[in-house]
């Protein structure tokens, strides 16, 4: 998507330096730094301090930490090393995984003097799928706004509500949830798009900062107030993205996107999930029991991050000295809460028949 009128990627491979260029996220939205990546190291720390966040932008990066490996030492040992290095970053995002998997599948199978340029290529073509899921997810969230939009008087915009940032700087672009927010404004169905907050990090920030960089009419609301927006019919939909999606459906994401799952269902409201394919662990049916959820530094919660009157970036802590902070990073969302999942290959049920139906070849691969 374009910042300042330039389009850009979160991530770009830098041929002559060969490094990762990437865009360090916790300076936004106040900043825009570019950062290079340089060794095996750099890309485990980019992960784990959130340097790169959101699931299917961790999966890209891993997958060039991976072709830095290979370009240092391609033997088996490294490439067990990188994987075992780069899986122990985050937790709970299977895109991680996933990206580390398929590399490591596909390299065991290329002889050692090739690894470093197999390794690149597919680290290329992963990044270059994520942009293609997320534009068809776009594609097929637009027909949902479109059938809201069209039962609306002319011109009145359809109330969207996303939680955290499932934008294109969560992905390589698009984004997941914010996809068929874009799809929707470039169409030219009005929209106003009410943007959580997300403590303890305010990823709401992001995604205000992204949507204002588009065009695209929204507002900044506390964690809290989602649920009275729905009860006075103020959200026509809620569309969230995933970290990781259980083969039943169960949706992990940032934490506090249950609560809105529940108000959307107290108020009758569609609560609809972008999900791209490889954010579906086929291996865990039961999501409460299952998913490892990660927890995060207390600091989090008790400090948060802003720009000053004089615009200088700063942290401040918001608590009593001493106080003890709990920081759960994210929760679960039962299918039973879900009105649908948005994939590349169309809307589902968040079901394992629909899930199945629409990805045969994974869900048997898993078997
Ligand atoms: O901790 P983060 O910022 O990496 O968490 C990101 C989210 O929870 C996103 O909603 C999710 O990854 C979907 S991103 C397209």
Not at 13 to 34: G, T
Not at 162 to 185: E, F, K, L, Q, R
Not at 317 to 330: D, H, I, K, L, R
Request: with cysteine; glycine share 8%; net charge negative.
């Amino acid at each position: 998507m374009k910042v300042d009128g330039k389009h850009y990627r979160s991530l770009w491979w830098n041929a002559e330096a060969q490094v990762l260029e990437i865009i360090d996220q916790r300076s936004l939205p106040y900043e825009f730094v570019v950062e290079q990546v340089r060794t095996r190291d750099d890309f485990a720390n980019a992960i784990r301090e959130m340097r790169v966040r959101g699931a299917p932008l961790i999966g890209a990066t891993a997958a060039y930490g991976v072709a830095r490996a290979m370009a240092d030492d391609p033997s088996d040992e490294s490439l067990g090393a990188a994987w075992r290095l780069l899986n122990a970053t985050r937790p709970t995002a299977v895109n991680l995984r996933w990206a580390l998997d398929r590399a490591r599948e596909t390299l065991r199978l290329v002889a050692a003097r090739d690894r470093a340029t197999a390794a690149l290529s597919l680290a290329h073509e992963i990044a270059d799928e994520d942009v293609e899921i997320n534009r068809r997810i776009g594609v097929h969230g637009l027909d949902l706004i479109k059938n809201i939009a069209s039962q609306k008087p002319a011109g009145e915009p359809v109330r969207l509500l996303t939680h955290c940032n499932a934008g294109w700087i969560a992905t390589v672009d698009w984004g997941t949830a914010t996809s068929p927010i874009y799809h929707a404004h470039d169409a030219g169905i009005p929209l106003h798009v009410w943007v959580d907050e997300t403590r303890p990090r305010n990823q709401g920030a992001l995604t205000a900062w992204e949507l204002g960089s588009h065009g695209v009419s929204h507002e900044y609301i506390t964690d809290n107030a989602g649920g009275h927006l729905m009860q006075h019919g103020l959200v026509d939909l809620v569309i969230t993205g995933t970290d990781r999606t259980t083969r039943s459906g169960d949706v992990c994401n940032k934490i506090g996107t249950y609560l809105k799952a529940l108000a959307a269902r107290d108020n009758n409201i569609p609560f609809y999930v972008a999900l791209p394919s490889p954010t579906i662990d086929w291996t865990v049916t039961d999501g409460v029991a299952e998913i490892p959820i990660e927890n995060r530094d207390p600091r989090e919660v008790t400090h948060v991050q802003g720009v000053d009157t004089n615009d200088a970036l700063g942290v401040v802590q918001v608590t009593p000295s001493g106080t003890p902070a709990g920081n759960p990073a994210f929760d679960v969302t039962p299918s039973r809460l879900i009105t649908g999942l948005i994939t590349e290959r169309g809307v589902c049920d968040a079901s394992e028949a629909a899930l199945a139906s629409l990805f045969p070849e994974l869900a048997v691969a898993a078997e």
